[in-house]
Nanobody
């Protein structure tokens, strides 16, 4: 079983920045592709960004140019740097882990999930 713990969420004004982190334990972190998803109230959980074990990244169109995903295998962490935040970015952000990278945008591909961290962007 892999445990994922997110941190770094909070309240920020539109145009501001936040950095989310996710720390993994329980499995060899470098063997997993990692991703961030988000879920706004009343909406389905949606893909934000993913990174393979080799560092290849893939992002949703809605966050390209604003959000950057990265990983540090030595520290078992994956991060999401979020810049130019908009009110529509408000959501609970979840970290997820997957042994493959075949369908990085699909929720069902991911084996492990964190509990989530709230991000609120005020206008």
């Amino acid at each position: 079983q892999m445990q994922l713990v997110e941190s770094g969420g909070g309240l920020v004004q539109a145009g501001g920045s936040l950095r989310l982190s996710c720390t993994a334990s329980g499995h060899t972190f470098s063997n997993y592709a990692m991703a961030w998803f988000r879920q706004a109230p009343g909406k389905e959980r949606e893909f934000v960004a993913a990174i393979s074990w080799t560092g290849y990244t893939y992002s949703a169109d809605s966050v390209k140019g604003r959000f950057t995903i990265s990983r540090d295998n030595a520290k078992n962490t994956v991060s999401l740097q979020m810049n130019s935040l908009k009110p529509e970015d408000t959501a609970v952000y979840y970290c997820a882990a997957d042994r493959t990278f075949t369908r990085p945008t699909s929720r069902v591909s991911y084996d492990y999930w964190g509990q989530g961290t709230q991000v609120t962007v005020s206008s």
